[in-house]
């Protein structure tokens, strides 16, 4: 073997290391890179992951807990009574619409509350009952309850009250659903129905019949004097003596309150005998017979005085009237709500209408 040979053969084995070496730190600087970008990017996603999962879970707690707390907010029992309950969220929506308009008729707040509870349960009750008739709204009364909410100025107001319309919706569905069963119960009063509702209002002595009059009123002022009210009176007498003697009673009623605008000319006027009319003006018709002028001139402390006559008389005309039929389904839904025998939770009351007047 030459000597070059040898040499050769000496190197190479060290190149053959030396590239072998090379190679080894080449596939370490690879590692290291991939393992300085990939791992190291890997672990940083991942993090972030968890942070966000850990946020949006927080969010997600928050707002199951706000839900939960002014879900049940809403549905405290603010009263009970007889077959049910009145929540938070019922009372805020009935107080929100009918508060106004009984402070507009001089409620005073602790009866607004009242009135405002005692609607929600005869509502609630008459609802039941309704039901309970297989009573139901039309399909042309769903039509207009629904087209009236397609009106946004009709949505947007009641959003502007803080009114959910979708409730407020179904209070119309509601309350045509109780017209219904108020019709209903007033098409079936009976004649004996309506005069033993009477009878128990009025007595054993209750009148049934329609009277049809005339009448003419000498009004006073309220600051007349005993002097002023004598010669009221004597002028009133006068002209009573004028139609006694034969004077139509429609032509003196017409002249005399063209002349004075305090005389008032009443040329038709309808009366049941159950206490809804001037105490005085019933009075002296029970003891009248159709054609009749009163023997003098009937007093009343607040109006003045009254010539009447009676035109004509309805025997029994009041069982067969709508403000009878009408006064007893009254009755018998105000018996409704004292049967329901409220329980109001006055604490939780006072609490909603403080946080609704502020």
């Known amino acids: ?3 070059e040979k040898d040499m050769y053969d000496l190197i190479k084995p060290e190149n053959e290391a030396i590239k072998e070496e090379k190679e080894t730190v080449s596939k370490k600087k690879e590692k290291v890179t991939k393992e300085s970008n990939e791992p190291k990017i890997s672990k940083i996603n991942s993090d972030t992951k968890v942070v966000i999962g850990i946020i949006s ?8 807990l706000i839900f939960y707390y002014f879900w049940g907010i809403n549905k405290q029992v603010v009263a009970s009574y007889k077959g049910g309950e009145v929540t938070r969220g019922e009372y805020e929506i009935y107080y929100k619409l009918f508060e106004p308009m009984l402070t507009y008729y001089g409620y005073e707040e602790d ?7 005692n609607k929600i349960i005869i509502d609630k009750v008459v609802i039941k009952k309704a039901k309970e008739a297989k009573v139901k709204i039309t399909d042309e009364q769903k039509s207009e309850v629904d087209e ?14 803080g009114i959910d319309p979708d409730k407020m919706k179904q209070i119309y569905y509601d309350d045509a659903l109780i017209n219904a069963y108020i019709e209903k119960i007033t098409s079936e009063a009976k004649e004996e129905d309506i005069k033993q509702f009477i009878i128990d209002a009025e007595g054993d002595k209750a009148n049934y019949n329609k009277y049809n009059t005339s009448y003419i009123l000498y ?17 009133a007498t006068a002209t009573l003596e004028r139609i006694e003697k ?26 049941y005998l159950n206490g809804t009319s001037v105490p005085s003006f019933e009075e002296a018709l029970r003891k009248m017979k159709t ?3 009163t023997e003098e001139v009937v007093e009343s402390e607040e109006y003045g005085y009254f010539i009447i006559k009676i035109n004509s008389i309805e025997e029994n005309a009041r069982l ?5 039929a009408s006064n007893y389904v009254n009755e018998l839904l105000a018996n409704m709500q004292k049967d329901a025998k409220i329980k109001p939770n006055t604490k939780k009351l006072d609490s909603v209408v403080a946080s609704l007047s502020k």
């Open 1 to 3: 073997m030459s000597k």
């Open 57 to 64: 879970g927080m969010i997600l707690v928050c707002a199951a």
């Open 111 to 117: 009866a607004i509350k009242t009135e405002v509870l």
């Open 148 to 161: 009236l909410f397609k009106d946004k100025d009709e949505v947007a107001q009641y959003v502007e009250k």
């Open 219 to 235: 009004g006073k002022d309220k600051d007349a004097s005993k002097e002023d009210l004598k010669k009221l009176k004597d002028t």
């Open 246 to 271: 034969g004077e139509g009673f429609a032509s003196v009623g017409q002249e005399v309150s063209e002349a004075d605008e305090t005389i008032q000319y009443g040329e038709e006027y309808s009366v």
């Open 291 to 293: 054609g009749e002028l």
């Open 320 to 324: 067969n009237s709508e403000d009878a």
